[in-house]
């Protein structure tokens, strides 16, 4: 019987698969099928409303019942979500040394404006587990706080990327934070293929622009080979991890990078069950026509692919950005009104 999949990737190649905002059953099969970390974000409890309503529902009561505060209850909600996922990858996190086995937590999307908020929620994140890693958006105020958290030497998921310079920026703040001490925690920098191809299509129907499906579907993977190449051209110090894959070709093409991918349990699941040859595509870049086909139509592509593309206070307002935040304001939202309706169907108020 041939290994599976992400094993064989594993074996051959440095490029690693983690898990995305899993629901109960799937995070031992994702572990036991080569998942080496998890990423959770502000609409995972969002998810467990939708498919596991018992599991979240008795949090959500237990914690809203003692917890006047709608919101500091949504984030003990959603930090005790994030509980059972710790427990399972913290024996990966210990047999690593602290390398692999992470869970990642991300802060309140309303409140990600402020640097101080978001750095002193990290800090209570961080008391959930041992192998708690913080999730800090990569726009102006964030950079900021993954400067602060990097020089007490807390882990970081720098998350929200969908262009290169967001990347240079997040790297030259953790490398401002060591250079003052003896820390250097790890530094994940992500690159959110999926997302980023999803706001690039709704860009070419709201402003009817011709261009074809395969190559409109490739923009995402081109932006993030150039992301991970350029942080290999200028030695960062993070390692990058693909994020919002929609489709299994945003894990096989970054498969032969020294880099990470986190896949929702569905996406695992279909290479699994595929089973296909490990091919090494992170060097095969796409035609310099079809670069050059998005640059002309597509701005934010353009933006994309350019070190100076993006100013640090543009960050926040670039368009795949806004798209990804709003979801996730959505996402915690639900949790939000979930907490409040709990507390008024029990008379806590």
Known sequence: MP????H????????????NNPIGPEIDQAIATGAISCTTNPAYCARLLGEEPDFIHQIIEDVASHQPDD???????????????TASFLPLFQYSGGEQGFVTIQGDPRRDD??????????????????????IPAHQAGIVAIERLAGMGIPICATEIFGVAQAISVDEAYKRAVAKTSKKPALF???????????????????????APEVLEQAGSVVARE???VAKQLGQSGLMLGGGALHTQHFTEMVGGDMHVTLNWNISQALIEANGPVTARIDQPASPAIVAELSAKLPAFRQAMDPNGLRPEEFKDYGP????RNMFIDGYG????AVAKSRTAAGVR
């Open 189 to 211: 920098v992500t690159h959110i293929t999926g997302i980023f191809d999803r706001y690039l299509s709704e860009y070419v129907k709201q402003n009817s622009i011709e261009i």
């Open 227 to 229: 992301q991970y190449w």
């Open 321 to 324: 950005l806004v798209l990804f």
């Open 114 to 135: 402020d640097p101080e908020y978001i750095v002193a929620e990290a800090l209570r994140h961080m008391r959930v587990a041992p192998n708690v890693m913080a999730k």
């Open 71 to 85: 919101d500091l209850a949504a984030e003990q909600v959603y930090q005790r979500a994030c509980a059972r996922i």
């Open 334 to 337: 639900k949790l939000v009104s």
């Open 8 to 19: 064989r990737v594993s074996s051959e190649t440095q490029t690693r698969m983690w898990l």
């Open 3 to 6: 290994e599976a999949y992400f």
